[in-house]
């Protein structure tokens, strides 16, 4: 289909199934697509073999900075997502205009790593395409425009859905849909790791790679183990949102950095590579020596790691027995813990912004126990995540925005399915 044809499936109706399963308005979606086919066919006129896309954010829902130690997590992909409008060039080159940013231009050509890239997005673009060519697909060039309404700096993992849906495009363009959903995860976390330069699990790509609720034990990163868990919030009476307190994630590479590092000490010294492996009883036995060759930091974060780690198997469980007032109140203790011991609600390079603190802040007075909340992704800036009781839910946007500017509580559903072409 060319530009026209596409518009007019949408408009008359072509995609409204897969419009409401993945967002609930159609009439919304519909405005939507229809907006970026036509700032695609503004940037790249005259083309045909016009395609859809879309992969979604994320929402961590236990196990805070957990799966780069090789951890486990519970995971939704949200219905907040990156769409893109595609079509084939038959060259040599990827041409990517995300609205907002400057074009991004890949040579299929010379697919290795660029440090003068990191931060970039065609870091991830020549990243996912360096593993796609490394599989055997029979890279070709093409022309996309995207347009995301995932909160950028916001914790719902921006990035891993651009990069999930860069493997999606090559995935179903050129691979004949042959890599699978975990395969694109790992595809896009690599390009995050080696060609971004961020240091990161595989949790983000994984959820929204994934879709649905999902749990997943990363044990053997090669060889993930996940469980898809049915959870329906509005059964139990609860809204789940984020509230984005205004920080931005951009500058804070270096501490997302130090967790790992610092976890990786601590593993090292107790003789293993990551802390999933590690002897907890040696490690609370050695603490006095772990202090003096890590530090207090170090150890305080590994102690979140062991707690955390166990905390996600009791979420799970009681998700699956439906015990959800269970399920809240080891939310507020995975939260209680970030704070305490993972350390991670705001950057000693600026101390003086602390909107995740004031957030919880905030919502613990008002929850006043009924509910949870908690710091939400990476943390240091960005966003909380709370289980609000639906019957309160106005209330509480008008208090938190009050704070933190209209629309910075931002309700999120889980999306049933992660990246994919509609069809």
């Known amino acids: 289909m060319n530009t026209t044809e596409i518009r007019q499936a949408i408009q008359n109706g072509k995609y409204d199934d897969r419009f409401v399963m993945l967002y609930g308005d159609a009439a919304a979606?519909?405005?939507?697509?229809?907006?970026?086919?036509?700032?695609?066919?503004?940037?790249?006129?005259?083309?045909?073999?016009?395609?859809?896309?879309?992969a979604p954010g994320r929402t961590e829902i236990g196990g805070n900075h957990t799966d780069h130690q090789h951890g486990s997590v519970l995971a939704g992909a949200v219905d907040l997502d990156v769409i893109a409008v595609v079509a084939p060039s038959g060259d040599r080159t990827i041409q990517i205009q995300s609205e907002?940013?400057?074009?991004?231009?890949?040579?299929?050509?010379?697919?290795?790593?660029?440090?003068?890239?990191?931060?970039?997005?065609?870091?991830?673009?020549?990243?996912?395409?360096s593993r796609f060519a490394a599989l055997g697909c029979p890279l070709s060039g093409f022309r996309a425009y995207t347009t995301s309404n995932v909160l950028k700096g916001s914790g719902l993992s921006s990035s891993a859905a651009f990069e999930v849906l860069i493997g999606n495009i090559?995935?179903?363009?050129?691979?004949?849909?042959?890599?699978?959903?975990?395969?694109?995860?790992?595809?896009?976390?690599?390009?995050?790791?080696?060609?971004?330069?961020?240091?990161c699990g595989l949790?983000?790509?994984?959820?929204?790679?994934?879709?649905?609720?999902?749990?997943?034990?990363?044990?053997?990163?090669?060889?993930p183990v996940t469980e898809k868990i049915e959870l329906d919030l509005h059964a139990f009476g609860y809204t789940l949102c984020v509230v984005d307190t205004g920080g931005n994630h951009a500058d804070l590479t270096q501490d997302y950095a130090d967790i790992t590092v610092e976890c990786s000490k601590i593993s090292q010294a107790l003789g293993v590579e990551f802390l999933r492996d590690a002897d907890q009883e040696r490690f609370y036995?050695?603490?006095?020596?772990?202090?003096?060759?890590?530090?207090?930091?170090?150890?305080?974060?590994a102690f979140h790691f062991f707690h955390e780690q166990q905390r996600v198997g009791d979420q799970k469980a009681a998700?699956?027995?439906?015990?959800?007032?269970?399920?809240?109140?080891?939310?507020?203790?995975?939260?209680?813990?970030?704070?305490?011991?993972?350390?991670n609600l705001y950057s000693t390079s600026s101390v003086s912004e602390q909107g995740l603190p004031l957030a919880l802040a905030l919502t613990k007075r008002f929850l006043k126990g009924d509910g949870a909340c908690r710091v939400h992704g990476g943390g240091f800036a960005g966003t909380i995540q709370c289980y609000i009781p639906t019957a309160r839910l106005d209330a509480y946007k008008t208090?938190?925005?009050?704070?933190f500017g209209e629309n910075s509580c931002c309700i999120l559903n889980?999306?049933?399915?992660?990246?994919?072409?509609?069809?």
């Not at 979606?29 to 879309?54: H, L, M, N, T």
């Not at 998700?319 to 350390?343: C, H, I, M, P, W």
């Open 285 to 301: 036995e050695r603490l006095a020596d772990l202090r003096q060759s890590c530090g207090d930091r170090a150890v305080l974060r």
């Open 319 to 343: 998700l699956k027995a439906a015990d959800f007032q269970t399920f809240l109140r080891l939310v507020n203790e995975s939260g209680e813990s970030s704070y305490d011991y993972l350390q």
């Open 203 to 223: 949790l983000d790509q994984m959820a929204s790679s994934l879709g649905g609720f999902t749990y997943a034990d990363f044990h053997d990163p090669n060889d």
């Open 414 to 423: 889980i999306r049933p399915v992660g990246g994919c072409e509609l069809v």
């Open 170 to 199: 090559i995935n179903e363009m050129f691979f004949s849909g042959k890599a699978d959903a975990i395969t694109i995860a790992k595809i896009s976390q690599f390009a995050e790791r080696e060609y971004f330069g961020k240091p």
């Open 399 to 403: 208090m938190i925005e009050s704070v």
């Open 100 to 129: 907002g940013f400057k074009m991004a231009a890949v040579t299929l050509d010379d697919l290795e790593p660029d440090p003068a890239e990191h931060g970039h997005a065609t870091a991830l673009i020549r990243g996912v395409c």
């Open 29 to 54: 979606a519909k405005k939507r697509y229809c907006q970026a086919v036509d700032r695609f066919e503004e940037i790249f006129p005259e083309r045909e073999g016009i395609r859809i896309f879309s």
